[in-house]
T-cell receptor, first 114, second 109 residues
Framework: GAVVSQHPSWVICKSGTSVKIECRSL??????MFWYRQFPKQSLMLMATSNEGSKATYEQGVEKDKFLINHASLTLSTLTVTSAHPEDSSFYICSAAHDRESQYFGPGTRLTVL | DAKTTQPPSMDCAEGRAANLPCNHSTISGNEYVYWYRQIHSQGPQYIIH???NNETNEMASLIITEDRKSSTLILPHATLRDTAVYYCIVRTGANNLFFGTGTRLTVIP
């Protein structure tokens, strides 16, 4: 139980294009989903928290217009990196939680912007 | 959420118990201790959590001191697949998880 998937697992795009990453909770309803970013040899950094049906809450320093988060259902959240640039290249990881229970993480998406 | 302190790295012989310490001296009464691990290029994996009692599951045991200022994660029989970065996190309820730098455990054949 408590399986979270992400799609795609990796993506390469040209600078200036937008990329959408999906996060799905496969066997439970996720009332809250979280998006993290991890640069090489660094720890995970929380980007934003989203509750189903409401706007995401972004951490300080994360541009909400650049990283669009949608949590339209209890099993799906999407992160769209708009107008991606090479400095956005990173490992993006989502997690999902049901009510106040533990967070379960997806396998991550490696984004490379050329 | 309270801050945690972990050693940056540890080695453990395969088949032996791996004991990973964590200090959380500023933990408050309603904060849980959570452990996750991250194998290279994968998402973090939940291991175990506890409030004040010791906990055990199929993966590990969690020993929390009586004053709750420190804890130890025990992997009873480490295997090569246990090589990963282990994160100790204290949190309340469904609050966000703030990952520190963790302990890089290397299991040696």
């Amino acid at each position: 139980g408590a399986v979270v998937s992400q799609h795609p697992s990796w993506v390469i795009c040209k600078s200036g294009t937008s990329v959408k990453i999906e996060c799905r909770s496969l066997d439970f309803q996720a009332t809250t989903m979280f998006w993290y970013r991890q640069f090489p040899k660094q720890s995970l950094m929380l980007m934003a928290t989203s509750n189903e049906g409401s706007k995401a809450t972004y951490e300080q320093g994360v541009e909400k217009d650049k990283f669009l988060i949608n949590h339209a259902s209890l099993t799906l959240s999407t992160l769209t990196v708009t107008s991606a640039h090479p400095e956005d290249s990173s490992f993006y990881i989502c997690s999902a939680a049901h009510d106040r229970e533990s967070q379960y993480f997806g396998p991550g998406t490696r984004l490379t912007v050329l | 959420d309270a801050k945690t302190t972990q050693p940056p790295s540890m080695d453990c012989a395969e088949g032996r118990a791996a004991n990973l310490p964590c200090n959380h001296s500023t933990i408050s009464g309603n904060e849980y201790v959570y452990w996750y691990r991250q194998i290279h290029s994968q998402g973090p994996q939940y291991i175990i959590h506890g409030l004040k009692n010791n906990e055990t599951n199929e993966m590990a045991s969690l020993i929390i001191t009586e004053d709750r200022k420190s804890s130890t994660l025990i992997l009873p029989h480490a295997t090569l697949r246990d090589t990963a970065v282990y994160y100790c996190i204290v949190r309340t309820g469904a609050n966000n998880l703030f990952f520190g730098t963790g302990t890089r455990l290397t299991v040696i054949p």
